[in-house]
């Protein structure tokens, strides 16, 4: 059974940082490129960030580039996703998602990920 379950949102004043986790299961990790997805509130969800199955390869949404980092260990299974210099803005639910191809690079068409994690809500206040 395939699952991947998000970790490590909260409440951060604007200017700080926070770590988000996403632990995956059920299927060769290694294998898939993953990517991140947040939806603030009244907006439709958005890409983030993506990284390929080694993690050689990366890339943001113009929104946050600089500002966030994604990572992968795959011998942990899990992906990463540091956020640095928060603003309001970023206030969203963050969500991690399996891309549906395996050994592929990632497209940021979200039918293109079969498996989504229940999400992390991330607030900044300012």
């Known amino acids: 059974q395939v699952r991947v379950v998000e970790s490590g949102g909260g409440l951060v004043q604007d200017g700080g940082s926070l770590r988000l986790s996403c632990a995956a299961s059920g299927f060769t990790f290694s294998s898939y490129a993953m990517s991140w997805y947040r939806q603030a509130p009244g907006k439709e969800r958005e890409f983030v960030a993506r990284i390929s199955t080694s993690g050689v390869t990366t890339n943001y949404v113009d929104a946050v580039k600089g500002r966030f980092t994604i990572s992968r260990d795959n011998a942990k299974s899990t992906v990463y996703l540091q956020m640095n210099s928060l603003n309001p803005e970023d206030t969203a639910v963050y969500y991690c998602?399996?891309?549906?191809?395996?050994?592929?690079?990632?497209?940021?068409?979200?039918?293109?990920?079969?498996?989504w994690g229940q999400g992390t809500q991330v607030t900044v206040s300012s």
């Open positions: 998602a399996k891309f549906r191809r395996a050994l592929t690079l990632p497209t940021t068409q979200e039918n293109d990920y079969d498996y």
